[in-house]
């Protein structure tokens, strides 16, 4: 009576709150140990059915699970009660209760709706005007934009942009063959051949940057004003020409730069005074005007008064003594390889530059043709205050 007595003093001297917050405590150390595995997909995997099979197995005593413990599992993995139910359900079916009882799902790996097959060889027979666009596409396949926009994305179609290319006659391949083989090094050993390091070519084009375009893209605010751009007639937009002379760079043993290659860029302008004052400026005042027409005599002038005069200046000495090439197209506006004015100038100050042409409707043997020009274009930017502004095209080009 005594022991009973004094058991009962010190049940009732603990605090049944206490007792409670252990066992919540014990429950939230438990539910942190297991894998807290997030369900936003309709279906789950196996390893998360068998994640959430677990931790029933954990709660559950003799095989039966408490009260609640279903509820707290699906609070836990974010899913409905029922999914874990049926899961609990499922593992119950088997012989015994353990962590490796298969509670996988019992659907077949191809459920669901079934893919429309399509066969892709009945491309080939559609001409490539009726493939143009998805939409094209799909009235000559009879099938559905998404479809073929789906065989698109997983790699069965493919997209391609046709652009067009010089056409080459057998004259025009033959000089291209006649000139990669002068780019041949001559040697001694005829089975050990090499290219030439074309350090001493240099190439020469010319491009048109228009001041504006027809059609201007730009991203506004909603209470941004539309700004306006405005030309005498868009057929004939202002335009100026470019001629810009590039060669291969010089670097020392050590890799310091000798020499960038960029020889300079030559504007088709001419500097006129003002003949009447306006709002903009007086009379007198110096003006850029642009020159339009280029013909044999004035390239034939920047390239005796200007290029020659520029590759004495940035070339480098030591090379001075060798041979000196200066390519060009074959425009009609160039002059001839044998021309005497430019080769009377072309041997002044112990310098031997000579002229050559590059095979016909062949733009890949120039590298200006191959994307410089192109870079300084997109690099210039345009819009309504550049439209009748060619000095400041000048400015953003050279």
């Known amino acids: 009576m005594a022991k009973q007595c004094n058991s009962r003093s010190v049940l009732g001297k603990i605090d049944l709150n206490v007792l409670s917050t252990l066992e919540a405590t014990n429950e939230v150390n438990d539910i942190d140990k297991e894998v807290n595995t997030h369900v936003s997909q309709k279906n789950l995997t196996n390893e998360q059915r068998q994640a959430i099979f677990e931790s029933l197995l954990k709660r559950s005593v003799n095989g039966q699970l408490k009260k609640n413990t279903t509820y707290k599992v699906a609070q836990l993995f974010r899913v409905s009660m029922r999914t874990v139910q049926r899961i609990w359900q499922r ?12 509670v996988s799902s019992k659907k077949a790996l191809n459920c669901g709706r079934k893919r429309l097959q399509i066969d892709v060889n009945q491309f080939r027979h559609i001409p490539l005007r009726r493939r143009t666009t998805l939409r094209y596409l799909s009235v000559a396949t009879n099938l559905s934009v998404t479809t073929l926009f789906r065989q698109l994305k997983e790699g069965f179609i493919r997209h391609h942009s046709n652009a067009i290319k010089p056409l080459l006659k057998v004259e025009n391949m033959k000089a291209r063959i006649r000139f990669c083989l002068s780019m041949i090094e001559q040697g001694n050993n005829p089975n050990c051949l090499r290219f030439v390091t074309m350090e001493n070519i240099i190439h020469v084009d010319e491009k048109w940057f228009y001041m504006t375009k027809q059609l201007e893209k730009y991203y506004l605010l909603p209470d941004e004003d539309e700004s306006l751009c405005t030309c005498k007639s868009k057929t004939f937009i202002t335009k100026v020409m ?15 730069e000798l020499f960038s290659g960029k020889i300079r860029i030559f504007p088709f302008i001419n500097k006129e005074p003002a003949r009447r004052s306006n709002k903009n400026r007086s009379a007198g005042t110096m003006e850029t005007k642009t020159i339009n027409s280029i013909n044999k005599e004035i390239y034939r002038s920047y390239i005796v008064e200007k290029l020659l005069l520029a590759i004495r200046d940035k070339w480098l000495r030591i090379d001075a003594r060798s041979p000196i090439f200066i390519q060009q197209d074959n425009a009609k506006p160039h002059i001839g390889l044998d021309d005497e004015y430019f080769q009377s100038n072309a041997t002044k100050d112990g310098f031997d530059i000579r002229l050559i042409c590059q095979p016909p409707n062949s733009l890949d043997m120039n590298v200006l043709d191959l994307g410089f020009l192109n870079v300084i274009q997109a690099l210039i930017p345009t819009g309504a205050q550049l439209c009748r502004c060619a000095h400041r095209v000048c400015s953003k080009v050279i």
């Not at 088997?94 to 962590?99: A, P």
């Not at 001629?243 to 043993?253: G, K």
């Open 91 to 102: 593992g119950k079916e088997n012989e015994g209760l353990d962590s490796n009882t298969n």
């Open 242 to 256: 470019f001629m810009a002379v590039l060669t291969h760079p010089r670097f020392d043993e050590s890799g310091n």
